[in-house]
C-alpha cells in the first residue's frame, strides 16, 4: 500500500479507471459476439444493425482509449469483410446538406493616421 498521499490517490483514480475500461471492453465484445451471431444467422437485415451496433461500440472504446486505433480498424475491416461474404450490401454513407454559402463581407482598408505631433 503506497504511504505517500498522491500515491494513494492515484490508486483510487487507477481502480476508477479500471473498472470503466472493463465495461467498455466487456461492451464491445458483446456486441462483436452479437455480429457473430447474426453472420451465422445469415439474415441480412440482422447483420447490418449488428454491424452498425458493433462498430459504434468499437469507436466508443477508441475514443475513449480503452483500445489502439489500429486494433479498431483492424476490427471494422473485418466486420466489413464478413458482411460482404454473407451478401450485405455495404451501407451508403450518412451526407448531411451543405449549409448555404454565406455572404463574405470584407472590411475597407485601415486608414492610415498622420504622425502625432511631439512637442519639444
Do not use: C, W, Y
Not at 444493425?49 to 476490427?75: C, F, G, M, P, Y
Request: no cysteine; hydrophobic share 40%.
Amino acid at each position: 500500500m503506497p504511504i505517500i498521499k498522491s500515491a494513494r490517490k492515484r490508486v483510487k483514480i487507477t481502480a476508477k479507471a479500471r473498472t470503466r475500461n472493463a465495461q467498455t471492453k466487456r461492451t464491445m465484445r458483446e456486441s462483436l459476439k452479437a455480429f457473430s451471431k447474426a453472420v451465422a444467422s445469415k439474415k441480412s437485415a440482422d447483420i447490418s444493425e449488428a454491424q452498425r451496433q458493433a462498430v459504434s461500440t468499437v469507436d466508443i472504446a477508441l475514443k475513449k482509449a480503452v483500445i489502439h486505433a489500429n486494433k479498431a480498424a483492424r476490427i471494422k475491416a473485418r466486420m466489413a469483410a464478413q458482411a460482404k461474404a454473407a451478401g450485405v450490401k455495404p451501407a451508403k454513407a450518412v451526407t448531411k446538406k451543405a449549409a448555404p454559402a454565406k455572404k463574405i463581407v470584407t472590411k475597407k482598408p485601415a486608414t492610415k493616421k498622420a504622425p502625432s505631433k511631439s512637442k519639444k
